[in-house]
């Protein structure tokens, strides 16, 4: 499917699922398999989507999507959310996730540790800070933006 077909269709979407509450997060159209599947992934701004909220919005979506017949191909819908462990893929959105339980993979070891699980204490354009468990300790990490190789929302036990 060209690029441009793929920005009409979320250009019909994105309303529909703005409207939900929701926000587009990603859009893509796949072939796995013998299927080609058109993968569309929601979440709502400061929350947890809910499946019921996906379920929803999917139907919305299938029905727009059936009106405007823009895809030639048969397919598979598939609406979902990336989920409680969300990645962050842009890491200039850190200060949105302040206060959020996050984990960090680093590509040169801070501390001896490669990695880092914690609360996101604060971010600006060239550093995090996280604050994390250490045995019964809590201790506090700074973290160079241009050190992190993936990072996501993590879920605290």
């Known amino acids: 499917m060209s690029e441009?077909?793929?920005d009409?269709?979320?250009e019909i979407l994105e309303p529909i699922i703005n409207d939900q509450g929701l926000l587009l997060d990603n859009l893509k159209y796949v072939k796995k398999g013998r299927e080609y599947y058109l993968e569309i992934y929601v979440e709502?701004?400061?929350d947890v989507t809910t499946l019921d909220e996906v379920c929803a919005v999917s139907d919305l979506l299938s029905k727009k999507l059936d009106e405007v017949d823009l895809i030639q191909d048969n397919?598979?819908?598939d609406v979902s959310t990336s989920g409680a462990?969300?990645?962050i893929k842009d890491f200039s959105l850190f200060p949105k996730y302040v206060g959020k339980y996050v984990f960090v993979?680093?590509?040169n070891p801070v501390n001896?540790?490669?990695d880092y699980t914690g609360t996101l204490e604060s971010a600006s354009s060239e550093k995090i800070v996280l604050s994390?468990?250490?045995k019964t300790r809590t201790k506090t990490v700074e973290l160079q933006i241009d050190n992190i190789t993936r990072s996501n929302l993590a879920i605290k036990f």
Request: proline share 4%; hydrophobic share 30%.
């Open 4 to 6: 441009l077909l793929l």
């Open 105 to 107: 993979k680093l590509r």
């Open 8 to 10: 009409k269709i979320r």
């Open 75 to 77: 397919y598979v819908l």
């Open 132 to 134: 994390y468990k250490e």
């Open 112 to 114: 001896g540790k490669n």
């Open 85 to 87: 462990e969300k990645p």
């Open 44 to 46: 709502k701004e400061d």
